[in-house]
T-cell receptor, first 114, second 110 residues
Framework: DTGVSQDPRHKITKRGQNVTFRCDPISEHNRLYWYRQTLGQGPEFLTY????????KSRLLSDRFSAERPKGSFSTLEIQRTEQGDSAMYLC????????????FGEGSRLTVL | QQPVQSPQAVILREGEDAVINCSSS?????VHWYRQKHGEAPVFLMI?????EQKGHDKISASFNEKKQQSSLYLTASQLSYSGTYFCGNSGGSNYKLTFGKGTLLTVNP
């Protein structure tokens, strides 16, 4: 499978715990995005990387959230001191150098905070 | 601002046509359409650029009225596989930061 892969697919955690999600983009894609999706809503932009540089972060990304893409390949999204409001599907997407506008989404990591 | 989609939901019989609308209160640079099936990743359908032509493939096409800041997605002779939630997304000037609408749930029945 050469699509965008995310791990884990599901995570249940207790409030206050830290969680980390990993995204492996399509190998030749230099652009990587994190979006968050809650029930009944469209995906909401969180952050964007071009290679290893994080070029933009949404205001939605509080200081408890941090994302990295250390070698310009895979990316991690960490949420510290989780809150119930963090429960959502976290979607990763990637796109190539040619700006066709097409984002290739992974199937997401579903977070449930109890 | 989040684009507004209408209708919120539509139920069709196979072979019927549907139109999904997307409007924005701010000037649009481009409009992006995605379809998401339950439990799956959103899948890109098409992008419409300001000043560009109407796009389409198979029996799904779309238009972009820059003046009215609206886009419409046309599904012709719907198939069962068209079922899913359709999202429009707009960007203010770059393709990476999209603001999506709440989606339109399309159900196609036999």
């Amino acid at each position: 499978d050469t699509g965008v892969s995310q791990d884990p697919r599901h995570k249940i955690t207790k409030r206050g715990q830290n969680v980390t999600f990993r995204c492996d983009p399509i190998s030749e894609h230099n652009r990587l995005y994190w979006y968050r999706q809650t029930l009944g809503q469209g995906p909401e932009f969180l952050t964007y990387f071009q290679n290893e540089a994080q070029l933009e972060k949404s205001r939605l990304l509080s200081d408890r959230f941090s994302a990295e893409r250390p070698k310009g390949s895979f990316s991690t999204l960490e949420i510290q001191r989780t809150e119930q409001g963090d429960s959502a599907m976290y979607l990763c997407a990637s796109s190539g150098q040619t700006d066709t506008g097409e984002l290739f989404f992974g199937e997401g990591s579903r977070l449930t905070v109890l | 601002q989040q684009p507004v989609q209408s209708p919120q939901a539509v139920i069709l019989r196979e072979g019927e046509d549907a139109v999904i609308n997307c409007s924005s209160s701010k000037a649009l640079y481009s409009v992006h359409w995605y379809r998401q099936k339950h439990g799956e990743a959103p899948v890109f359908l098409m992008i419409l650029l300001k000043g560009g032509e109407q796009k389409g493939h198979d029996k799904i096409s779309a238009s972009f009225n820059e003046k009215k800041q609206q886009s419409s997605l046309y599904l012709t002779a719907s198939q069962l596989s068209y079922s899913g939630t359709y999202f429009c997304g707009n960007s203010g000037g770059s393709n990476y930061k999209l603001t999506f609408g709440k989606g339109t749930l399309l159900t196609v029945n036999p």
